[in-house]
């Protein structure tokens, strides 16, 4: 039987918590979320069955028959050597154009929304014009391309030609081989290709790429005109020649698109005309033929047309033309003029609203099965997640108003409905949002899928303000574009829409790890734990820093040397991306590209800068155990503390006992939030905001931990906040460290409140006990939590509602419990699909009870 919250008196009153949906009294603990599921069709429950899923579980893939393909490998290499002499745009249009004209085409049984970016459903394509590595490692696993040889031919010719061996020559070999170990640093992005984007889906919807080559091509004409102009000024004339060659690749581009999907059109003509036998199906394969045919070549009429036209940009911005994670977009104000045409209007393709839910549900699944060939370390580091698939839904709209529609309501309905892992969920939370609405994201929440995650719509809006100011081409947000952000990723919001947005994973992305770099900062930049190596510069034994600023200013030191070389990295990278790594079709899709002549990559009219710290709160739990035990009270010495962390604790366990129990973050302690807001604000958001990157703007931290808390924590010696070496590190960007947080949950926002300067970002976990949120009071507690976490001007929070019962059940028969999915970091995962070692940290989050001191704080109103 299933467990029920016990009564607590509050106001004078006794307040019971009897459950919401009294049904669920009857099923046990330990396997309530098997019974969640409800694909809203038969259809998607077919499609849900035979979903071709594509996530990782150690670094393996999950599903049998997953591998890499050759198709995409080859035809790059065929076009690459066939256009010797373009120039590079031209060459890359052409590359594109190859791959969309040559490609197999796959069309799946019962699918709606068509399209795949390799040549059969369970591969997935490769990068050899990226990291030359990355490819290496899946030659040499059990995932290779076939045949072998022609792969291993195909890298060995784009090995001097890729973004990796063209970067890796602006480097010292000291640099690299410490960027290499991911240890201080996460490797840079030109080692392992890994690559974000928000796409400016709204231009594809809106107007269509037979609209966008009409542009282009005037643009053309206009340049060319200026071109023959006399008298002849070189210095001025000579720059339409490169802006000639952008748009002549934006129509290439445009075109091959266009052609891509109208070979989908046919193939459905073919397959309905001549294979399929039921009628209804064949209905289906026509209407989609005319679709395709339409779109996106047209501007979008009805919901059907916008889901398709946006799933094929998606494909070519992400999979085709160059890899890049994520599914970032404002989804639900990019359909709701859709959904309002066939739903609510039903001028054009009428629908009903469950018609509308069943399309979620299938791009959902679709987004499942999306193959993405990133290196073995990326797949070790989201286990569970197949390519951090994010999209974003509420806030506000450019007016101020609430910006919830009918739309946001079926993805979320769609979601709950067919419980898969991703695509994930950013919901921006403002106080003008609906409750409907509202009661349908904390729906998602209580039932545990650990998405939405929540971020603070003001806080974003602002940001986009601030880095508006930073524009090179002073064409930054205005204050109502400012309204128009979603998350890249995990955790930065950045512009999108019709232009501004971001192109390239070098703009901002990759992590830092401070708890590593205290280690090494201990130890004269020298890492023993790890790497047996000098990781950074020298700045000093730890026994001989006399004050704690002297500990603080070596810590620095050593941060300040790795964010420059990271932002280096990422910039020399950019660089290399605006020569040889151009992307026509998403140049052409961007009004901005489009009205400058610019490429994508080389265009940035937004900064949008950042870099993530991760396993902050290890290094500040332990800066805070340091101060108080041994330059405060000298309980220790430092050589007494050093000799302790050598022998990892062993033979010095009451001294540890001390250094444990010292105060930490996350339960409104003024001792430790002091120390802990300023190492934020002075040192990890001060020194980076030192950085300019490649748009001009100042690099802030935005914590978002991903799963490498694990990774980098295995990595990671004994650390004076009394944690065992190898032990994993703290899961959030400002998120308090396992079990550490006894306060309840409203200290937890009153510590991470007082921490506002130089940050961009920092991702907060909370796990919530279950039986209170599954009570009648749920929904009335999670509103008045968030209200109070709006109102401390937190940026974001997100939640495991989930309990401990089932998440061991789940390890004792995982095949019992393959619908249980959990909050990792960024994202959310199967629990089974999660190495026990990760399972274990979720376990250990301390499950946070509402008591009479939070609701009064909340200032709740509780009645039975």
Known sequence: MATMAPAVEYKGKVIDFPFENPEEEQIPDDELHEHLAKPSTERTKRLKARCRWKHASAGEFVEHGVRAGIERMRLVTEAHKASRGRPEVIRRALILESCLNKSTLCLQTDEKIIGYHAEDPNYFPLYPELSYMNVKDYLMSDYSPQPEAEAEAINDYWKPYSLQAKCEQYFEPIDLQRMYQVSTMEAPTFAHGYNSIIPPYETVLEDGLLKRIEMAEEYIKDAKAELAKEPWDGSKQLSWIPKIDNWQAMVIADKAVISWARRYARLCKIVAENFEPDPERKKELMEMAEISQRVPAEPSKGLKDAFQAKWYTFLVCHGIERYASGFAHKEDKVLYPYYKASVIDKTFQPMTHADAVEYVEMERLKISEHGAGKSRGYREIFPGSNDLFILTLGGTNRDGTDGCNDMTDAILEGARNIRTTEPSIVFRYSKKNRTETLRKVFNCVRDGLGYPSIKNDDVGIEQMKYYSKFSMNNNGATDEEAHDWCNVLCMSPGLCGRRKSQKTRSEGGSAIFPAKILEITLNNGFDWAY???????????????????????????????????????????????????????????????????????????????????????????????????????????????MEALRANWEGHEDMRKDFKNAPKWGNDDDYADTIIQSFYEDILGGEMAKVTNYSGGPVLPVGQAVALYMEVGSRTGPTPDGRYGGEAADDGGISPYFGTDTKGPTAVLKSVSKVQKNQKANLLNQRLAVPMMRSVHGFDIWHAYMDTWHDLNVDHVQFNCVSTDEMRAAQREPEKHRDLIVRVAGFSARFVDIPTYGQNTIIARNEQEFGTQDFEFMNLELGN
Request: charged fraction near 25%.
């Open 531 to 641: 790497t047996d190596m000098q990781l950074g510069p020298e700045t000093g034994n730890a026994e001989d820093f006399k004050t704690y600023d002297d500990l603080l200013e070596a810590f620095r030191k050593q941060y300040s040397y790795v964010m420059s070389l990271v932002v280096r990295a990422k910039d020399v990278g950019r660089h290399i991306e605006t020569q040889f790594l151009q992307i026509p079709f998403v140049s052409s899709i961007d009004d901005g590209c489009m009205e400058l002549g610019e490429e994508a990559t080389h265009l940035s009219e937004q900064p949008n800068g950042w870099h993530n710290p991760i396993t902050t709160i290890v290094a500040a739990n332990s800066l805070v155990a340091m101060k108080k035990l041994i330059y405060d009270e000298k309980k220790y010495t430092m050589k007494q503390l």
